[in-house]
C-alpha cells in the first residue's frame, strides 16, 4: 500500500480543495447511479453531470497542487490523501439515498456551485477564472435539469411527493455548511481568490425559493446542527467512498491505463 | 521531419488544411476546426503547436482529439508538434462554424441556436406547456419534445419527433 501524502494546509490550497473536493465527491455518489437510475435517460443524465464534475475537479485540484508548491498532481491528490485532507461539504459524502434525495442534493449544490462559479470568474487567478468560465456554464445547466425534476416529483404522485418531502427533511441541515465562513475563505476572499461563501447564502436562498415555489414546497427551517465535512471533519460515509476510490492507486502505485 | 524548403507559413497552412480533415471522436460528421476547438497554430520551428480549447470541462473525447491531431499532423510530415489546452476565453458553441452546423444537421443532430448567457435565470416549463419545438431533422415537423437534457454525450439532448416516430438529438448552446 502506498503512504499518503501530507498536505500543506495553506488557505488558497484549503479553498480551492473545497470546491474541487465537493465536485469531485458528489461526481463519485453520482456515478452509483450508473446502471441504477429509475429510466435510462436519467442514468445518462446523473453520469454525465458526474463527468462534468469530475472534469470541473480534475482542474481545481491540479491548480491547488500547483498552488501548494509540494509537486503533487491531481491523481495524488485525489488518491493518496487521507480523510482529514479532504475539504468536500458533507452533503455531497452523504449516500445516494432515491432517485428524489440524490436530485434534491444536486440542485441544492448545483445552485451553489453555479453563484460561486459565477464569482470566481473574475478571480485574481488567472487559472481559477478560466476554469469558472467553463464551469459556470454546465453547472447552469445541471441547476436546470434538478431544478425540473424537484418541481416534477413534487408536483407529480402522492409518492413522488411523499418522497421530495422525505429527502428535504432528512438533507436540509446538511446545507447551512455550504456558508460557513472561516479564515480559509476570509483569506481567499482578501486575496481576491474567490467569493466568501456566507455571502452566497442569500442569492442562493433566492434561486431555492424560486424552485420551491414553482413546485409548491415551503422552505424548511434551519437547524442548530452543524456538519464539518469543508473542515476535514466528516461523515462516518466518506472513509467508505474513499476506501473504494483510492483502492487501485493505494494498491498499484502509479497504475495508469 | 520537416523538410528545409517548407517555409514558416506555409507550414502553419499545411497544419491547418490537416487539422480540417481530423473528425471529431464523438460526432465524426464534423471536424474539429468546424467544431471551433482548435484556437491557434503556432510555429516555434522546431515544434508546431497546437492549440485546443475544451469543449467541456470533463469532455471524455479531449485527450483522443489531441492523439488524433498529433498523429495527423505527423502523418502529414509536418511534426514534430504539440498540443497545448487553453481554457480562457471558454469554448462556447456559438464557435462551431456554420458549415459544421449544417453538417451536424444533415448528420441527424439539431444544431445549437445562440448560446446562453450563464446569468440568466433558469426557467420552467410545466409538462403541459407548449414549449419552443425543435424542428425534426428528418422530416421537419416541429411536432416534437424533448425526452431528456442529457443524451450520448454531455453535449447533447435526447428529443423525438411524434411526426416521424424518430429519436434525434439536439446539440445544446452553452
Redesign the interface.
Known sequence: MTASIQLERKPEVQYLLRIGDTALILAQRLGEWCGHAPVL??D??LT??A??????S??LLTHAGVLEGAGHDEDQLAFLRDERDYFNATIAELPRGDFAFTILRNLIVATWA?LLW?RLQSSSD??V???A??????A??H???A??WV??LADGTAESRRRIDVALAEIWRFTAELFDSDAVDTAAHAAGLGPRFADLREPWLA?MS??FD?AGLGLPKDSAFRSTGTRGVHSEHLGFILAEMQHLQRAYPGGAW | MVSADVASGSRVDAAWRVLATVLDPEVPAVSVCELGIVRDVIDHNDVLEIVLT?T?????ATEVIEHDILQAIDAAGLGPARATLR??????TDWISAEGKRKLLAYGIVPPGP??D??V?????P?SAKTVALACPRCGSHDTER????????CKA?WRCRACREPFEHF?P?
Do not use: M
Not at chain 1, 468560465?133 to 454546465?138: D, I, L, T
Not at chain 2, 481554457?87 to 462556447?92: C, E, G, I, Q, S
Not at chain 2, 425526452?147 to 454531455?154: E, H, M, Q, R, Y
Open positions: 435517460e436519467e445518462i443524465a454525465n453531470v463527468l462534468d464534475l469530475v472534469g470541473q480534475r482542474a453555479k459565477e488567472a487559472e477564472s478560466a476554469i468560465g467553463k464551469a459556470v456554464k454546465e447552469r445547466y441547476q436546470q435539469h431544478a425540473d418541481v416534477r434561486e424560486a424552485v414553482e | 475544451p467541456y470541462s470533463g469532455c471524455p481554457r480562457a476565453p471558454a469554448w462556447t448560446a446562453l450563464a446569468a435565470p433558469i426557467r420552467f416549463f409538462r425526452l431528456a437534457a442529457f443524451g450520448s454525450t454531455a435526447t445544446k452553452i
